[in-house]
């Protein structure tokens, strides 16, 4: 996919650094990845970036497992972001948890699902906007991080229910030492399931004037990311981008977002919003950037928006706005409507 707004990545701060102290050189990785080494000093990338990063990683450890345990348990808190260092310092693993869970949304491109059930409690991986394979070493260590957390700040050596990848994994005896259960690698699914009674197990990092201070912060960076980055908001940018081609349909835009049809009506119903509300605004709000173009004709816009005929793209903007697209031209941009601008069945009435 195409970088645009929503395909910003933070570099997480210190990974740099704790490459170096596995033995991996920064510009080793750089050039693996195919990359200039200015991007070591990039603090947001691409996605296809963050990924080629990733990857390059994982090709100079060997093997996977092994880089996701090293990199995991090496990672000092010191180097924890603000919205990491927020959970490390929770009340205890539950509310770490639902923290990370929550602030995760500003730390794209994975996003964390929650559910708690009986004795347990699971953690699902979603991607986001992206139609790129994640590299696995990337999946297992986000995974990873979810124990590690729940360790660092129990003090405890706290074990996982199961694990769940989709992908291989390489050395599965070393990730089932480290989860301290068994793995699986065949799954649809990236999935990490605790025990629940560890949720309530207290914090020895707990901070609470810490945290006084960080949760307000990032709560409105949060509500504006939100904002921002809406399923809502990329749906239409997407279809924006696709009008041209004629009607988006929902099985198109929800693979370009990297996730399934279902997947995306459930996003969208959340949000209060439908795939058909979205399409109605993108074509209504492209019509009007492109009328305000005095350059076009009408025929010209409609199918810029999507419609083959220019009767129907009539009706709908009469739907829309109340007039007919050359009156709104008129209105706004002072502009004369030409003759051939009034669909056939409005220069029958002439």
Known sequence: MTTHAFDRIKMPPGFWEGLRQLGIASHDVARKAGLPLTIISETAVSTAQYYSIWQAYSDLVGDIAQG?????????????????????????????????????????????????????????????VTDQTCPPLLVGITLAFLLELGRRGTGQHLKASAVEFSQPMGDVQALEVYFGCRIRTDSDRNRLTLYRHDLDSPFLTYNEELLEVLTPALDLTLHQHQDNRSISNMVKWIMKRTLSGGRPDVQTVAKELGMSDRTLQRRLTDENSSFNHLLTQARQEQARMYLAD??????????????????????????????????????HTGGQANVEDMPSDRLNNH
């Open 68 to 128: 996701m345990i090293k990199l995991a348990t090496i990672y000092e808190a010191t180097k924890y972001p603000p919205t990491v260092l927020a959970t490390y310092h929770a009340r205890d693993y539950r509310d770490a948890l639902h923290r990370m869970v929550r602030y995760k949304q500003l730390c794209p491109p994975e996003s964390l699902r929650m559910i708690e059930g009986g004795e347990e409690c699971t953690i699902e991986l979603e991607w986001l």
């Open 294 to 331: 005095l350059s076009l004709d009408i025929k010209e816009v409609a199918f810029l928006i999507g419609y083959e005929d220019q009767n129907s793209f009539y009706r709908a903007f009469r739907s829309w706005e109340g007039d007919t697209p050359a009156n709104w031209r008129r209105g």
